[in-house]
C-alpha cells in the first residue's frame, strides 16, 4: 500500500509540474486559461490522495475548495473579463518560448537537489518529493510572471504559483481548514479587486499591456 501511495501521490505531483509547463508554453490566452483550469483540478486530486493517505479528513474540504473556486470559479471569471476587455487573444511574452521552456527546466532541477538536499533526514519519503514538487511549480508561477507582459497572465502566474504553496502544505501533513478557507476567500476578493483594476486600466490607456503602462510612465517622466 504504501509503494501504491507513493506512486500516485508522485503522479499527482509531477503531473502539476508537467502542466507548469504547458502554462509557460501557451501562446493563446483562452488555452492558459484552460490550463490553469486544468492544473487546479489537478491540484484537488493531489490534495484529497494527500487526505486519504494522511488520514486528514480536513484536507478533502481543501480539495474541494480548490477545485471549486480554482478550477470553476477563477478560471471563468479571468474568461469574463477577457471578453469584457476585449484583451488580445495571443499571449504576449517577454522573451521566447524556447529560453523560458529552458530556464523553467533549470529551476525544476534545482528545485529538487535543494529540497532534496534540505530534507535528507524527513522520514516521510513522500513529503519529500511533494515539497520538490511543489517548488518547482512555485518557481515555475514566478517565471510566468516574470517572462508575461499582460496583467492577466502575470495573474494566473501568482496563481499558479499559490498552487504550488498549497501543494507544499497539504504534502507536509497538511494545513488547518480554516488558513484554506482564508486563502480561498482571500483568492476570490483579489480576482474581484482585480477585475476592476484590469477595466481601470482599459479604459484609462486602451491596453492591459505592462510595456504600454511603462511607456505612459516615462512620458510622464
Not at 506512486?7 to 509540474?17: F, N, P, Q, R, Y
Not at 518547482?136 to 517572462?147: E, R
Request: aromatic share 8%; glycine share 6%; charged share 15%.
Amino acid at each position: 500500500m504504501q509503494g501504491y501511495a507513493f506512486d500516485i501521490a508522485h503522479l499527482l505531483a509531477g503531473s502539476l509540474v508537467l502542466v507548469s509547463f504547458m502554462m509557460i508554453y501557451q501562446d493563446r490566452l483562452y488555452a492558459l486559461l484552460n490550463t490553469f483550469a486544468l492544473q487546479a483540478v489537478l491540484l484537488s486530486l493531489a490534495v484529497a490522495w494527500q487526505a486519504y493517505i494522511q488520514g486528514a479528513h480536513h484536507l478533502y474540504a481543501s480539495a474541494a475548495i480548490a477545485l471549486v473556486f480554482k478550477g470553476i470559479i477563477v478560471p471563468w471569471a479571468l474568461h469574463r473579463i477577457v471578453r469584457r476587455l476585449g484583451i488580445d487573444r495571443e499571449v504576449e511574452t517577454v522573451t521566447g518560448v524556447v529560453p523560458t521552456m529552458l530556464a523553467g527546466m533549470g529551476l525544476v532541477a534545482l528545485s529538487i537537489l535543494l529540497m532534496l538536499q534540505l530534507t535528507q533526514s524527513a522520514e516521510n519519503a513522500i513529503a519529500r518529493e511533494d515539497l520538490a514538487f511543489a517548488l518547482s511549480v512555485i518557481l515555475l508561477g514566478m517565471l510566468m510572471m516574470v517572462t508575461r507582459r499582460t496583467a492577466v497572465t502575470q495573474v494566473v502566474g501568482f496563481m499558479s504559483l499559490e498552487n504550488g504553496l498549497i501543494l507544499a502544505a497539504a504534502g507536509a501533513q497538511g494545513m488547518p481548514l480554516v488558513v484554506e478557507i482564508s486563502v480561498a476567500f482571500s483568492v476570490l476578493i483579489a480576482m474581484i479587486v482585480i477585475g476592476v483594476f484590469l477595466f481601470r486600466i482599459r479604459e484609462r490607456f486602451d491596453s492591459v499591456d505592462l510595456e504600454a503602462l511603462d511607456d505612459f510612465r516615462g512620458e510622464r517622466q
